[in-house]
Nanobody
Framework: VQLVESGGGLVQPGGSLRLSCVAS????????MFWYRQAPGKERELVAD????????NYADSVKGRFTISRDNVKNTVYLQMNSLKPEDTAVYYC????????WGQGTQVTVSS
């Protein structure tokens, strides 16, 4: 199993980024997927999740209305579209596969700063 995130970077407040997580080594369409983030000195927190078919999504209150999780079960990829970014969104963002065994990506850094 491999999860590879990309799309992070430096962006100004109010800007947008789209993160991608490409999955391999398992049947992607059978698993719910999650995006987490961890800011310096803070615990890792759940940002958003999506069901295996993509029909159900959930968001942390802090990102509702600004972030959108989606998936493409043909491309084996889960996305996190992040709009109206704030400095407090600065963190390393990780994707995780659901199921009885945890698998995590290596993370991608998002920095929101002017």
């Amino acid at each position: 199993v491999q999860l590879v995130e990309s799309g992070g970077g430096l962006v100004q407040p109010g800007g947008s980024l789209r993160l991608s997580c490409v999955a391999s080594g398992f049947t992607f369409k059978n698993y719910g997927m999650f995006w987490y983030r961890q800011a310096p000195g803070k615990e890792r927190e759940l940002v958003a999740d999506i069901s295996s078919g993509g029909g159900r999504t959930n968001y942390a209150d802090s990102v509702k209305g600004r972030f959108t999780i989606s998936r493409d079960n043909v491309k084996n990829t889960v996305y996190l579209q992040m709009n109206s970014l704030k400095p407090e969104d600065t963190a390393v963002y990780y994707c995780r596969r659901g199921g009885p065994v945890d698998y995590w990506g290596q993370g991608t850094q998002v920095t929101v700063s002017s």
